[in-house]
């Protein structure tokens, strides 16, 4: 079993900063891609960012140069700096990762979060 669960969630005003961060734990081979989703209200979920294991990052234009994903592999750990920030912005965000575990045949899977709310005030 593996787990994600993200924090650095909160409320800020507009132009504010927040650093979002994801935890991967549990039965853990390799993390591959890793990435970052958000869901506004009524919306459906979209992707923010992504990395991939070797580093290469790709971003939905609303978010270039505001957002950087960043990832620490010795500690299992994605990051979203968010600088800034719009009303726009508020969603719940989720991270998720690409993780070969360490179960028999080495299989892959797509693990998602629980979410964190990010709320951008006017």
């Known amino acids: 079993q593996v787990q994600l669960v993200e924090s650095g969630g909160g409320l800020v005003q507009a132009g504010g900063s927040l650093r979002l961060s994801c935890v991967v734990s549990?039965?853990?081979?390799?993390?591959?891609?890793m990435g970052w989703y958000r869901q506004p209200p009524g919306k459906q979920r979209d992707m923010v960012a992504v990395i991939t294991s070797g580093g290469n990052t790709r971003y939905v234009d609303s978010v270039k140069a505001r957002f950087t994903i960043t990832r620490d592999n010795a500690k299992n750990t994605l990051y979203l700096q968010m600088n800034s920030l719009k009303p726009e912005d508020t969603a719940v965000y989720y991270c998720?990762?690409?993780?070969?575990?360490?179960?028999?045949?080495?299989?892959?899977?797509?693990?998602w979060g629980q979410g964190t709310q990010v709320t951008v005030s006017s």
């Open positions: 549990g039965n853990i081979f390799r993390i591959h891609d």
């Open positions: 998720n990762a690409d993780v070969t575990t360490r179960q028999a045949l080495r299989p892959t899977y797509r693990y």
